[in-house]
């Protein structure tokens, strides 16, 4: 089993890509579809030239609105921008300092943004997010120059200071997926992911038992370890064994067992989030604002709903992920505990760099349990790389040749649009703008819990899970009220609806890590498209909203005390 590090150090794709390939052509290639951008370019800029809707104005008007935070100050979604954009103009109206006066005083200071311009920005980032998504998803343009597009944008319309997108873009999610596909490169390069293997994929023998058998325990895992952790440390061993079972087989590539195993584990350690409070900042969110309602639930009470959905639903994602592909497999089968046993006996005894490693990824997992609450996940992955290059397992050639930057980039850029988005009130207005769009009957009774798990299923794959439950939760929940639908079934099915996020590589850091590990671990080839994700991810996601919606509305959840 190679390393998953272990590409062509001498290969130099500046050399490799060619200068007749670097010449004006229309010819689509990954990274390169002039008449995709063009398009792109030309809708983008229509919209950016038409008013904002009525929707918006009335919206950035509203005193307090629900779903929206408002800092000291501030009334109106209109007050939170003037306070960030226009701090000098909005200072002088709070102290009752006209803007002639104000002026007079400082000819420099810009006037307070009518709420005709607050409405604009709320429009503009909502376009700015329908555009990176769509060059995110066809590749217009290469991942990384979209992930810095997202930034122009933001600054080139002033939507936020120069300061506050550079926040934007470092939040601890993103040191999170730096930090763990670096420790992926260490555990990789010292062999410790063969021992891992043989631990996890041991009684594991067929493309089978992958699906019906290790899929739901993973699941069941992800509801409470970090999910995105157990999805880096896995990627390296399964790569391991996908590229020994083509040797063996005499295969020189087998798209279909890489998609297999790479988006099996993702969609199922995607959808272990409603196990348990503990499987993510999104649970956490509702679980806030459950109380805040006056409807707190215990740890105990979330398992109780929320944790046996997670076995049926993943083992219905090894019955498609199976079906699916299994027939396109080139090799007969995958035994990946045959083949991880034979690389831990080829092995050389455990200790030295190996044992070092192992010390630090445990010592990290422990932080992550122990310290994740307060310290975030980033920090101490952090601390774990730099503990990797003090022990020397780790170059810094290493990280440039084993880390995907424009992967870390690209959920970087997503952290950003988030940011931008509630900020300037563009997540509030799409939620609002599609909780308008749901059809009486999806609006009362049982109804209302598959339109809200529509609504969230569908935003989560936009923004992150965690932004997703904080827009919605006091949007959805006084609905359940008005409709007379058990609070707590509404918010459940809000914070579980948000571990849907399938179909877009942006739509949560598994699926970015995913995406940016899932290589050969000799040649260094990409083993996944970004619309690998859309031609699986979004059959898988209508399967878990029709699980649900059986399980919540016609099965399990009928039988409890709501």
Sequence with gaps: MSHQTAVDHGFDPLLADGIDERKWTWKNRPGYKPALFILAAVIFTFAVMMPPTQGMLDMVKIEKPAGYALPAGATTITDTVNKKLRPEAF???????TEATGAAHDKHVNPLLTHYEVAQIAKLTVCILFLAAFLWGTEALPLGATDIMVGVMLYLFAILPINEISKAYMKDAVFFIFGILAVAVGVAKTGLDKRIGLILLSRIKSAKSFA????????????????????????????????????????????????????????????????????????AIMVGYLAEYGMPISFVEWMKIGMPFVPVMSWAIGLVMYLRLKPKFKVPDVNPSEIVKQEVKSMPKFGGQEAIMAVILVVLVL???????????????????????????????????GVAFD????????????????????????????????????????????????????????MSDGATVAALGPIV??????????????????????????????????????????????????????????????PITLLAWLVLWLWGVLGYWQFLAW
């Design 91 to 97: 200072k002088a109206a709070q102290t009752g300092e």
């Design 212 to 283: 019906f058998l290790f899929l739901p325990m993973l699941a069941i895992s992800a509801g409470f370890l970090s999910e995105h952790a157990l999805v880096a440390l896995l990627i390296p061993v399964l790569m391991g064994i996908y590229k020994v079972t083509c040797k063996m087989n005499g295969v020189k590539k087998d798209r279909a067992l890489a998609i297999f195993l790479l988006l099996g584990v993702c969609f199922a350690a995607n959808h272990g989030g409603p196990g348990s409070p503990a499987a993510g900042g999104r649970n």
């Design 367 to 401: 932080a992550w349990i122990i310290l994740g609450e307060h310290a975030g996940l980033g920090g101490p992955t952090l601390y774990a790389v730099m503990a990797m290059f003090l022990c020397r397992i780790l170059t810094w050639d290493d990280i440039q040749n």
């Design 407 to 462: 992967v870390v980039g690209l959920y970087a850029a997503a952290c950003a649009m988030g940011v931008a988005l509630k900020f300037s009130g563009g997540a509030l207005w799409l939620a609002s703008t599609f909780v308008d769009l749901l059809p009486d009957f999806l609006t009362k009774g049982d109804g209302l819990v598959i339109g809200v798990s529509l609504l969230t299923g569908t935003m989560t794959n936009f």
């Design 477 to 538: 929940l006084p609905m359940a009220t008005l409709a007379n639908v058990s609070v707590w079934k509404v918010g459940l099915i809000t914070s579980f609806s948000s571990s849907f996020a399938n179909f877009l590589v942006v739509g949560t850091p598994n699926n970015a890590i995913c995406f940016g590990m899932g290589k050969d671990p000799e040649t260094g080839e990409r083993l996944l498209d970004v619309m690998d994700f859309v031609k699986f991810g979004l």
